[in-house]
C-alpha cells in the first residue's frame, strides 16, 4: 500500500491549513485534490509571484499598467506549469538520494503548494500598482510607504514558501526535513549554476560580437 494511501482523510480546507500544517495540507492534496485544482491553485498563485518580479523593473510609466496586469494573468499557468514541472522532477530526482519514495506526480503537486503563499499578495500588489505604481517599478527612485508594506509581505510570504517547500518535500518523500532541506539547497545550488553559466555565455557572446563589430 502506498503511503499516502489511507482508510479514511479527514477533510480540510488546504488554503487555511497550509500555513501552520503544511505536512498534513500536502498529504491531503497529494491524496484528494483533482489536477484541475492542483494547476488552478499553481496558476493563482504565480499571478503574485509574477508580480514580485515588478519590483523596481523600470518600464513604468512607458508600460501601461492594465497590460501588466493582462500579461502576467496570461503567462501566470504557463510559467506555473514549467517550473513546477521542472522543480518537481529535480526535487524527485535529488529525493532518491536519500532515499525518497515519492512518485513524480507526488512532487509535482507537493511542490504546487510553494506558491501558494503568493497568492495573499495579489490584492496587496494590486493595490500597490494603482495606488503609488511609480514606488512598485522605481522603488530605486521612490520607496514610499507602499514600497516598505510590499516589501515586508514579499519576505514573509518567501520565507513561509521555503517552510512549506521543505515541508512538502518532506511529506512527498516521505522523509525527514533534514534531507527535504537539502533536497532544496542542492537543487537551488543546481539553478544557481545554470544561470551563472548561462550569464558566462551571454557575456562571452557579447565580448565576441563587439570584438568582431571592431575587427
Known amino acids: 500500500m502506498n503511503e499516502f494511501e489511507t482508510p479514511q482523510q479527514e477533510k480540510i480546507n488546504p488554503f ?5 500544517h503544511p505536512k498534513k495540507t500536502t498529504r491531503y492534496v497529494i491524496q484528494e485534490k ?3 485544482y492542483v ?4 496558476s493563482i498563485g504565480y499571478i503574485g509571484s509574477l508580480f514580485t518580479g515588478y519590483m523596481d523593473i523600470g518600464i513604468y510609466p512607458n508600460f501601461p499598467l492594465w497590460a501588466m496586469i493582462l ?7 504557463i510559467v506555473g506549469l514549467i517550473s513546477n514541472a521542472f522543480s518537481a522532477l529535480c526535487t524527485w530526482l535529488i529525493g532518491k538520494m536519500f532515499s525518497g519514495k515519492g512518485t513524480y506526480a507526488q512532487l509535482f503537486k507537493a511542490s504546487s503548494l510553494s506558491v501558494w503563499p503568493f497568492i495573499v499578495l495579489i490584492p496587496i500588489y494590486l493595490l500597490w500598482m494603482l495606488i503609488d505604481p511609480n514606488s512598485l ?6 520607496f514610499g510607504a507602499f514600497a516598505i508594506i510590499g516589501v515586508l509581505f514579499t519576505f514573509i510570504a518567501t520565507i513561509w514558501s521555503i517552510v512549506i517547500t521543505i515541508a512538502a518535500i518532506a511529506e512527498a518523500h516521505q522523509f525527514s526535513n533534514w534531507k527535504a532541506f537539502f533536497t532544496l539547497l542542492i537543487f537551488a545550488i543546481i539553478i544557481a549554476i545554470i544561470f551563472i553559466l548561462i550569464g558566462v555565455i551571454i557575456g562571452i557572446i557579447i565580448v565576441l560580437l563587439g570584438l568582431s563589430y571592431y575587427m
Do not use: Q
Request: aromatic share 12%.
Open 137 to 142: 517599478m522605481n522603488m530605486s527612485e521612490d
Open 16 to 20: 487555511f491549513t497550509i500555513w501552520l
Open 39 to 42: 494547476i488552478i491553485l499553481l
Open 71 to 77: 500579461i502576467t494573468i496570461i503567462l501566470s499557468p
Open 34 to 36: 483533482s489536477w484541475l
